[in-house]
């Protein structure tokens, strides 16, 4: 990881924190509703994140543009933001008929939107409930993924604050 310059780090940290910031507040506000259990939750986190990481794109895009960060990184960033859609759309899917409205890819990425917004105004009231185990049981699976892409946001701050030392050193930052 010393050998990725500083922007792609900055990216892939922002990337990363995307999961991690959404993830409280889309479980609060998915259990909102009536318990659908593991998958609304999950699906509400995916699109949530799904809905920050086109913002962490188009970041991308711009920085790729600059030269600052490689093709291969924006196109990997573009291949988990795919996965993370796929990964919603797959756990909403066997609950649609349940919540009595319309489900499929342009209603889940449109619903994204207002979902990112209220998770980030959720997070701070959310985050001590997730902290102490999770509202539900079946979300404990979530929070244990949540847990370590927290840990993989420190290490990527770690490695970040490591590159920008070292290219600063060198006169190249």
């Not at 939750?41 to 790729?64: H, K, P």
């Not at 902290?131 to 840990?151: E, M, N, Q």
């Amino acid at each position: 990881m010393g050998m990725m310059r500083s922007e792609t780090l900055k990216l892939w940290l922002i990337a990363v924190f995307s999961f991690v910031l959404t993830m409280p507040g889309a479980v609060a506000f998915a259990n909102w509703d009536a318990p659908y259990g593991f998958s609304k939750d999950l699906a509400t986190w995916m699109s949530c994140a799904g809905s920050a990481l086109i913002f962490v794109i188009l970041y991308g895009v711009y920085e790729w543009r600059k030269g600052s960060i490689s093709l291969k990184s924006l196109v990997s960033l573009v291949f988990v933001w795919i996965i993370t859609i796929l990964v919603g759309l797959t756990a909403q899917s066997g609950i649609c008929g349940q919540m009595g409205y319309r489900c499929g890819f342009s209603t889940f990425i449109i619903a994204g939107f207002p979902g990112l917004f209220l998770s980030l105004m959720l997070f701070p009231r959310a985050l001590p409930e997730i902290l102490a185990g999770g509202p539900y049981p079946y979300d404990r699976p979530l929070i244990v993924v949540w847990c370590i892409l927290l840990t993989v946001v420190i290490f990527l701050s770690i490695a970040l604050y490591k590159q920008k030392t070292r290219e600063k050193a060198q006169g190249t930052g």
